[in-house]
């Protein structure tokens, strides 16, 4: 077997067991030694894989945002329309956010360990490229309802607005779901989003 083939194959099975013990027992409890250990390789095998671990982390992040995106894609999303939106276009569009929200809520609910790995993890180097495009690519399932809402504002202050409304809804699903502070059920969590996020989208929609 090829050097370049044994590589890919450690590189599939660490991301597997990273995967796996992330879904289980949250990103704390990964640890090199033990995925060295898992996978039956040198520790310093791991790095002919990958540069680091948080390399590693990144890439099991990615396939858990590659989970919401199927959560997501079962929410129905309208293409802007080609010429003025029509006042039901324009409550569809904002009752779109509050879906794209609740489905937010329902992923985090049922991933909290992936979940909160996405936003626990810290490194102290910039974020690589192809981490990055993804973020902007998912970002874009709450850009095509702003068209709707906002058809007049550019690119960047659009992205910035989508951003924003992820913000609000992430702080509300992390204060109820955090064990620290309040733990909240699913469906209480949901009411505050529909409301928040409601009134949000339409203000948009009239605005």
Sequence with gaps: MRNEDRRD???MALIDAAEATIAADGLAAL???DLAKEVGCALGAI???FPDLDALILTVNLRTLALFERAITEVTIAPPPTGAASPAERAAAADTLVRLAVAYLHFAAENPARWRALFQHRIT???PDWYLV???RLFRYIETPLQVLRPGLGDRERALLARSLFSATHG???LGLDEKLMVLSEPVLRG??????GALGR?????
């Design 9 to 11: 194959r450690l590189r």
């Design 203 to 207: 203000g948009l929609a009239e605005g």
């Design 134 to 136: 993804e973020q902007v």
């Design 31 to 33: 640890k090199a030694r």
């Design 47 to 49: 790095y002919t894989a």
């Design 192 to 197: 505050q989003i529909e409301i928040v996020v």
């Design 172 to 174: 509300l699903v992390s």
């Design 125 to 127: 180097h910039a974020l």
